[in-house]
């Protein structure tokens, strides 16, 4: 089949054939540029044609290279899309490298030659139990580096003195946990030259594991990182090391991360902790995690002292309450950095205490000087999940991220959401907030249409309401009575919908922005209509107003005895489709079934 190419005079005679006034200059530039970008993408495919037709051996080697190299790259887990979440614990490795170019040279001689000839394929190497891929990604010519990750502790300490000589073309150096009394090789290891390396990943464990939030001083080796012995070094993930907290250490690193770290001297002042952190100006992601405490015997402020991190982009922080209160007060964090803060659970002792789940304040956490924090005047979506013993407030606006993470030490406390709201509106009350998602157990204390009413009165430019509540009681009825009242006068105590006669120029609704409401979990059962009877007096009350949804989504437990799932959907949805759309006049309405759940009666 015989393909036309344009002619390569196209672009002269498309000029010629067009006059130009100055008046029309600019758009018949703008549209003769779009018709010449459209003419190169067509010559390019039709003269890219031949190569579709060809057997996959017949590729030139360069290109059958790059397919494989492709191929790898795709399995690799891509950092910028795990959300990053707290903890203490050092997070799973993610691996270096895949064994897809191993299988890919078992096809054929051909292939084999020129996977075994792409050093490309053998820059980032796993090392299992077969120390075979290192010595063939180290028999490369030349110095090129190697990216290495042992995940096997045994074979590491067996294996060390075979690749002991090449330790100056590691680039990066991702070891596994191995125990303390094991780890002679690493300190020989890390006490030789390694000139080109620029990552590494160091964790120890004991045989006896101490308790958490430890407090001692430590009688560990320590483990350095001395800039002599390491110059290229930028970038550190340590976990269960005693390290000396030096300037000369950490200055020329731009990730840190440090978990259930202790400090190799005597208990470290917090001033002494501030002195080296303020020197760390290259820093772009710093994660401490259970080290405060551990290294500072007191944590007393200093009045005044605000360090600045100016590179920073990735900020966690990990600890008790008062470790993480005396930071976050000592440290300006740019305006565009994904914070995430993370309190450790309560003790047992606390626990037990009357008083104990009264406590769950975020204000406490933060610093009283809000402007270190200029995300909680300038947020437009927050997100507030209550899951197990976890309350976790998440502030967005663009790229920026806060997130806020109180550990209860209480499986299943029900009343995190109840303190989630009251954090809300104390820590946004300025804030521009356009969405809001709740996600969490909603309890008895939340049935009181007062306290949505203090949320919605807080934010009225409010756009989007998402709500998933965890059990299967919540019927959303105080959400939607107080969403059913006027922005003034809320003080009543009949919370129930105004008659629908209401002069259409009373007071205006909380929150008349609001475009669009998502409910998950909305329970509809035959003989029990209640939250849609709720639902349909709120929007008729907003429509009196002149305010109407764009969008509303329900995801329904609908349950009808005798009929299965799908059938009761479509009872229900000849009930009350229409009627909900004549409710969002040009809108969408779009319902959906859950699973139906145990409890629906």
């Known amino acids: 089949m015989q393909h036309e190419v344009p002619d390569d005079s196209l672009h002269e005679r498309l000029n010629n054939q067009v006059l130009l006034s100055a008046s029309a200059l600019p758009v018949v530039q703008d549209a003769l540029a779009s018709r010449q970008m459209k003419v190169r993408w067509e010559l390019l495919a039709l003269n890219e044609l031949w190569n579709a037709t060809l057997p996959i051996n017949r590729l030139p080697e360069e290109i059958l290279a790059d397919i494989f190299l492709f191929a790898k790259e795709s399995e690799e887990d891509n950092p910028s899309e795990v959300c990053h979440t707290p903890t203490f614990h050092l997070p799973e490795k993610r691996r270096l490298s895949s064994d897809i170019w191993m299988t890919l040279a078992s096809v054929c001689r051909h292939w084999r030659a020129i996977v075994i000839a792409n050093h490309l394929l053998w820059q980032s190497v796993d090392v299992h139990e077969d120390l075979q891929p290192l010595l063939a990604a180290l028999s490369f010519p030349g110095s090129k580096t190697v990216e290495v990750a042992f995940h096997d502790p045994i074979q590491f300490d067996l294996k060390l003195f075979d690749i002991y000589q090449y330790r100056d073309r590691f680039s990066q150096l ?27 990943t160091v964790a120890a464990k004991r045989v ?23 110059p290229s070094l930028t970038a550190a993930t340590l976990s269960g090391l005693a390290l000396p907290w030096v300037s000369s250490s950490f200055a020329r690193l731009h990730h840190l991360e440090l978990y259930d770290c202790s400090y190799s001297g005597p208990f470290l ?44 982009t ?74 197990h013993d976890v309350l976790q407030l998440a502030a967005i606006k663009g ?52 306290r949505w009413v203090a949320v919605f009165a807080q934010f009225p430019t409010l756009e989007n309401l998402r709500m998933e509540p965890t059990e299967v009681v919540w019927d959303f009825k105080p959400v939607l009575s107080a969403l059913a009242q006027p922005a003034r006068g809320i003080h009543g105590a009949d919370f129930g919908p105004p008659a629908l006669g209401a002069p259409p120029n009373d007071s ?69 489709h229409n009627e909900l759309q004549a409710l969002v006049p040009g809108g969408v309405v779009e319902l959906t079934q859950l699973a139906v759940r145990s409890a629906v009666g």
């Open 314 to 387: 990735d900020f966690a922080v990990g600890d008790y309450e008062a470790e993480v209160h005396m930071l976050l007060q000592s440290v300006h964090l740019p305006s565009r950095v994904h914070a995430a803060v993370y309190v450790r659970p309560p003790t047992q002792e606390e626990l037990d205490a009357p008083e104990s789940m009264t406590d769950i304040n975020f204000s406490h956490i933060l610093p009283g000087d809000r402007s270190l924090f200029p995300l909680l005047r300038t947020a437009e979506t927050v997100r507030i999940t209550a899951s």
């Open 508 to 576: 205006q609704v909380l929150c008349p922005r609001l475009k669009k409401i998502d409910f998950d979990g909305v329970r509809w059962i035959e003989s029990n209509s209640v939250p849609l009877v709720s639902l349909m007096d709120c929007l008729r009350f907003r429509a009196s107003r002149g305010v109407y949804l764009q969008e509303l989504r329900l995801a329904l437990l609908v349950y009808i005895e005798h009929m299965s799932s799908e059938q009761a959907m479509s009872v229900f949805k000849c009930l009350y």
């Open 174 to 200: 991702h070891l596994p946990e191995m125990h303390h009394e094991n780890f002679d090789p690493v300190y020989e290891l890390f006490g030789s030259h390694l000139p080109k390396l620029k990552e590494v």
């Open 208 to 230: 006896r594991e101490r308790p958490p939030y430890y407090r001692r001083p430590s009688d560990d080796p320590p483990f350095d990182l001395p800039p002599l012995i390491m």
């Open 399 to 450: 790229d920026e991220h806060l997130v806020l993470d109180i550990a209860t030490g209480v499986e299943g406390c029900g009343r995190l959401v109840y303190f989630a709201l009251d954090g809300l509106i104390d820590l946004f009350s300025q804030a521009p907030l356009r969405t809001l998602d709740i996600t969490g157990e909603f309890t008895f204390e939340l049935y009181c249409p007062y």
């Open 269 to 312: 002042p917090f001033s002494g902790f501030l002195d080296v952190l303020e020197s760390l100006t290259l820093l772009k992601v710093l994660r401490l995690h259970g080290f405060l405490y551990s290294a500072c015997k007191e944590i007393s402020p200093t009045p005044g002292r605000v360090v600045s991190l100016p590179a920073l």
